[in-house]
């Protein structure tokens, strides 16, 4: 298991933990004050845990303000980023790649499920999704029914599914070749799954580039060269540099130390040749996250 199911799982996998899908929807706010000020107020006061983006914002807005208000602005998210050192987001991990498979169970607990813009391609590529055939992220939890309170974050609206809609649409999403990355907000809590790809996502280019944001899955693939012809298909959809195919050996090869375990090759095999194994059953690997 990863470091963060030893923190969260309850002996399993934190994502399959209920737990960590009660993430406070409100809180209560004195009479005086506005939403805002409670969204955006100090480490320890009233409110749900502030994550990573929503104090990278207040930092933008207190510029506006002035030196005053962006030194105080500061201050929080130094301690934000100490909080996080200690009870979460470890090394700066803030996601963590996730199976088909997995994607899917993730859904069952994790209502509801909305469809929103990526603010990864609009802030790296300038690629604005404007409704939700273009959508390429999916949020989850009970955080979704207050989405309204940041228009920004959520320009154009957002698409709310079933669970068979949002099961289908992840399918597809996958079969177009995008990576499923579950997202970490408030230093435990689930809040969405994005579909990546190199090099328009935050995750992925954050953690090939820089060594930092995304942790590895718990699943590495391997090839059953028996049944691998050499098509090359699964070669093509690797977003981590792990697959290659091998000129000598007229089959696909795998380096599993950069294998991330999304399983796109997997999904993609017109002769199911690739399999995904548990990661911790590779000694070597266990460690390798």
Not at 20 to 30: D, E, K, T, V, W
Not at 121 to 135: F, M, T, V
Request: with cysteine; charged share 25%; proline share 4%.
């Amino acid at each position: 298991m990863c470091f963060y199911c030893d923190l969260w799982g309850d002996g399993g996998k934190w994502y399959l933990n209920s737990k960590n899908y009660s993430r406070q929807m409100y809180s209560l706010r004195p009479p005086s004050s506005t939403p805002r000020q409670v969204s955006r107020g100090p480490s320890g006061e009233s409110g749900p845990p502030l994550t990573q983006g929503d104090m990278e914002k207040a930092l933008v807005d207190a510029m506006e303000e002035g030196p005053e208000a962006y030194k105080a602005a500061m201050q929080r998210l130094k301690d934000y980023m100490e909080r996080a050192s200690r009870g979460g987001m470890i090394g700066g991990y803030e996601s963590q790649v996730l199976t088909l498979q997995e994607a899917e169970k993730v859904l069952e607990l994790a209502s509801p499920v909305a469809l929103l813009h990526c603010i990864c391609r609009q802030r790296l590529l300038a690629k604005e999704e404007r409704n939700e055939h273009e959508y390429t992220c999916m949020g989850t939890g009970v955080g979704m029914f207050k989405w309204e309170r940041w228009p920004e974050r959520y320009k154009g609206g957002v698409k709310f599914l079933g669970l068979e809609e949002a099961k289908k649409w992840t399918r597809e999403m996958n079969r177009r070749g995008y990576v499923q990355i579950i997202m970490i907000y408030g230093e435990r809590f689930v809040g969405g799954i994005c579909m990546c790809d190199y090099p328009a996502c935050d995750a992925i280019a954050g953690r090939l580039d820089f060594g930092w944001h995304c942790l590895k899955g718990h699943y590495v693939a391997i090839v059953d060269e028996e049944q691998c012809n050499g098509c090359g298909i699964c070669a093509q959809r690797c977003q981590w540099g792990a697959l290659k195919f091998s000129v000598t050996t007229d089959k696909a090869g795998i380096d599993q130390f950069r294998c991330f375990g999304c399983g796109l090759c997997e999904t993609a095999c017109p002769r199911a040749a690739i399999s995904l194994v548990e990661r911790t059953s590779i000694p070597a690997l266990k460690e390798v996250w």
